[in-house]
Nanobody
């Protein structure tokens, strides 16, 4: 079970940090990631991270502004979002993939968390 939190209303240029806690005992062997879905659009990949946290991947639209990290001792993955733009407004979803390949989560998600709404005002 994945539980995301940290969404809210922020002005453009501001920052937010999303958190996602997992109840899985196997958290340290799950590839973790974040996706988002804006109104009227399809869900899209935002960021992914491998087992140890040393391998990460980002969508081009968030590179240099967002940072994904994980704390395996706390079964938690984070998404630090800086320099937020109006177009970052979306429901953000935590996701997990039972895979060794940190890039696999872009195409195959085994577990979804509930979404948390991020609203960026212009």
């Amino acid at each position: 079970q994945l539980q995301a939190s940290g969404g809210g209303l922020v002005q453009a240029g501001g920052s937010l940090r999303l958190s996602c806690g997992a109840s899985a005992r196997t958290f340290s062997t799950l590839v973790m990631g974040w996706f988002r879905q804006a109104p009227g659009k399809e869900r899209e990949f935002v960021a992914g991270i491998g087992w140890t946290g040393s391998s990460t991947a980002y969508a081009d639209s968030v590179k240099g502004r967002f940072s994904i990290s994980r704390d395996n001792a706390k079964n938690t993955v984070y998404l630090q979002m800086n320099s937020l733009k109006f177009e970052d407004t979306a429901v953000y979803y935590c996701a997990a993939a039972a895979s060794r390949d940190y890039l696999s989560i872009r195409d195959r998600v085994n577990y979804w968390g509930q979404g948390t709404l991020v609203t960026v005002s212009s």
